[in-house]
């Protein structure tokens, strides 16, 4: 009985011990410069801002790369072999810490990298995705941003300049836990708003140019959540779109400047920023696992007036103040 107890005792005092590891901070010292691992899904204009903000982030945060951090960018270029592959480097050569841009991304590094803070650049829905316990506790030794957008913002937008519609497309990746997440969520907030909404879902870039084309035929409008398969073939989705003057609300501006017609977006960058400055507090010590999910609000707004004209949609005047004042202006 003695030597049970005594090895129940060694258990528990062994995953105590591997618990306590797996929360350890990053301890940074004069004589280790910390090493972080950025993993990102593709090359892509909102990607690659939120790149570009961590590592202002980290700059306006004290750590300059080059000097008292060291940075490892990888880009999988939308392979998934490629995030395993990359996601093992990091493993391998023990880096502090690292961050996924977009979804895949985070969850490969999850799977691959132990032990180690990882922190999240601007994934939409953490939970969903199994990345975290909660957005207010995180636990697993993750936090970071969501780049969950301002639906309800972006709801209200879409019936001021499309007060007669009666049926609004919503294109995403089956695939994506994010996107599928938002899709649900959004169908919810039109529902209470009274609209009608038809959901078209893809499993690849292959799918979309047929499944646009089947859904333009049967909507007013069209809403893109964040999805970043739509996002690398967006220009196909617009040739589809333009063809029946179906306009297209897309979650990110710069998808407006590539031939949406507007909408209220997050700004990319700033959400970088805000996950550099997330990655900042871990190095100098804080347990990422406590850390609650930082979020954006609010959006600026985006319109596209050279769209509107072509598709020969109004824009009300009060809107394009608006963006002039406080967002931008596409012509």
Do not use: W
């Amino acid at each position: 009985m003695k030597r049970l107890y005594s090895a129940i005792i060694l258990l528990c005092l062994i995953l105590a011990f591997g618990y306590y590891k797996e929360q350890q901070p990053v301890k940074i010292s004069r004589d280790h410069i910390p090493e972080v691992g950025i993993l990102q899904l593709t090359e892509h204009p909102a990607l690659d801002a939120i790149h570009h903000g961590i590592i202002q982030g980290l700059k306006e945060s004290g750590f300059q790369p080059g000097k008292n951090i060291k940075i490892d960018f990888q880009n999988a270029e939308n392979d998934q072999s490629n995030l395993k592959t990359m996601s093992t480097k990091f493993a391998n050569e023990n880096v502090d810490l690292s961050i996924g841009i977009a979804t895949p991304s985070a969850q490969v590094l999850a799977n691959t990298v132990k032990n180690r803070p990882l922190v999240l650049g601007a994934i939409t829905d953490p939970k969903s995705a199994g990345l975290v316990d909660s957005n207010q506790k995180p636990g697993r030794n993750t936090t970071g941003v969501s780049d969950l957008p301002p639906m309800k913002q972006q709801i209200d937008l879409i019936k001021q300049i499309m007060p007669h519609m009666k049926t609004l497309g919503v294109i995403y990746t089956s695939s994506d836990d994010s996107a599928t997440s938002q899709y649900q969520r959004f169908t919810q907030l039109c529902k209470q708003e009274g609209i009608r909404v038809k959901g078209y879902s893809i499993a690849n870039t292959n799918d979309l140019n047929q499944v646009a084309t089947q859904m333009v035929q049967n909507v007013d409008a069209v809403y893109v959540p964040n999805d970043n398969t739509v996002a690398s073939a967006i220009q196909t989705l617009v040739a589809v779109a333009n063809e029946r003057n179906v306009p297209i609300f897309p979650t990110a501006s710069n998808v407006v400047k590539n031939g949406g017609l507007a909408t209220y977006g997050l700004n990319q960058f700033k959400l970088g920023v805000e996950t550099g400055k997330v990655t900042a507090q871990i190095l100098k010590g804080k347990n990422a696992s406590n850390m609650p999910i930082q979020t954006l609000n609010r959006g600026d707004l985006a319109i596209n007036l050279n769209q509107a004209k072509k598709l020969g949609i109004h824009i009300p005047q009060s809107l394009i103040q608006k963006a002039e004042k406080q967002g931008v202006i596409y012509k």
